[in-house]
């Protein structure tokens, strides 16, 4: 490894020294995704994210001479916010670049932790490229994200204390984006204890380590797309990918809805807000893209800054995948009464109407029909199917849902 070399030393170092700096995020017994299910809460961490362990602890091992100078970082969510609060601890000047299009929200944040706010025109990338050249230019410590040992065992104090505090876990489910957050787990669990399983989740729509692990070797994607912005990473680092490798023992994606329902199942069962980055471990545990059955196992939440414009359509997307609203559309004869029938079929069976459309211009296979489109609150599948049945069973053409 580059730097210094990722050491079990280091990662109880770092437990020591950000004690002043973190919050203790306890795990919580979660049965609705298990019997012996557990998450641990880092979306409760101070400024939101898991992202400080690392970067306070790197920051933690700078020379006097460099925290004369500064630290410099490039982020536009989580990290820029977990390096602007631990310089701010130690009293360290912090220079934060961001894409100049940066949510507001998240650019004020930043910039309520002290740090000095850099906005670049252009994207992720041309910002990335702007804080290098000015950490030269400057002679400033730049904190990776993800792939830099330091930052590195600054994650790992998690893997400490999923062990200090439920010493017979016996598996653990971690998000992945750069694999900084994995890595650090993997490698304090597996030291300690290498019969504990470690799986790592990436998004459907950002595969970077699934892909690169998959194939041997680091891969970067063209694009990403994914409400889990936390993790949407093109590129694995080096480090990061050869420590995810070796040590995790297994890792799986997770789609869109999924990641939507598991967001909503935390919400209403456990009254805790997960960005779509943190939820990504629940929707594994939830979907079975890690069985669970009666192991011990912890879902680690990374973060719970979600962006509240987004929130309304991650609700809405959530309650679909868990059945708890559809839509049907209904080809029915065009005459009167069709909408109270109907009505009475949906509210017999405990269903509540939200929204009615109709459509006389809708192709149908009858030109004296018409379409109704309906849209349901329901308890789960199972109620979905039912009113679907008891439709079709009273002559209704359900020509879409």
Excluded: W
């Amino acid at each position: 490894m580059s730097e210094q070399k990722l050491s079990l030393d280091h990662i109880y170092r770092a437990s020591h020294v950000l004690k002043s700096v973190i919050r203790p995020t306890n795990l919580i017994k979660t049965p609705c995704l298990g019997k012996n299910v557990y998450i641990k809460p880092e979306n409760l961490q101070v400024t939101g994210s898991f992202k400080v362990r690392g970067a306070g602890y790197m920051i933690s091992q700078l020379t006097a001479e460099e925290r004369e100078r500064g630290v410099i970082a490039c982020s536009a969510g989580n990290h820029a916010q977990g390096v602007a609060l631990a310089a701010q601890s130690y009293g360290i000047p912090a220079t934060i670049c961001l894409p100049e299009g940066a949510p507001i929200s998240k650019v004020e944040a930043t910039r309520s932790y002290g740090a000095e706010i850099c906005l670049v025109p252009g994207v992720y990338d041309d910002a990335y490229n702007y804080a290098l050249k000015l950490k030269d230019e400057k002679g400033l410590a730049f904190v990776h994200p993800f792939d830099n040992p330091l930052v590195i065992a600054g994650q790992g104090t998690i893997g400490l204390e999923i062990l200090d505090e439920l010493s017979d876990v016996e598996q653990v489910v971690v998000p992945i984006g750069g694999g900084g957050l994995a890595s650090g787990v993997a490698y304090a669990i597996k030291q300690l204890n290498p019969g504990v399983k470690v799986y790592g989740v990436q998004a459907e729509g950002a595969p970077s380590m699934f892909n690169s692990v998959h194939d041997g070797h680091v891969e970067r994607l063209d694009s990403v797309h994914t409400i889990a912005d936390g993790i949407a990473v093109k590129q694995p680092g080096e480090n990061t990918f050869e420590l995810c490798r070796s040590l995790l023992d297994g890792i799986v994606t997770v789609t869109e809805d999924e990641i939507c329902a598991a967001i909503i199942k935390l919400l209403e069962k456990r009254k805790l807000i997960a960005e779509g980055a943190g939820a990504v471990s629940v929707a594994a545990v939830m979907f079975d893209k890690v069985p669970v059955g009666d192991k011990k196992t912890v879902c680690i939440v990374s973060g719970g800054n979600i962006d509240v414009n987004f929130l309304n359509r991650i609700i809405d997307r959530g309650l679909e995948k868990s059945g708890r609203k559809c839509t049907f559309t209904i080809e029915v004869p065009d005459k009167p009464g069709q909408l109270v029938a109907i009505s009475s079929i949906v509210a017999s069976l405990g269903a509540n109407i939200t929204a009615v459309n109709h459509e006389r211009t809708a192709a149908t296979a009858d030109v004296t029909s018409c379409q109704l489109r309906v849209a349901l609150e329901t308890r789960n599948h199972a109620h979905v199917d039912e009113i679907r049945n008891a439709l079709v069973e009273n002559g209704y053409i359900i020509v879409g849902k």
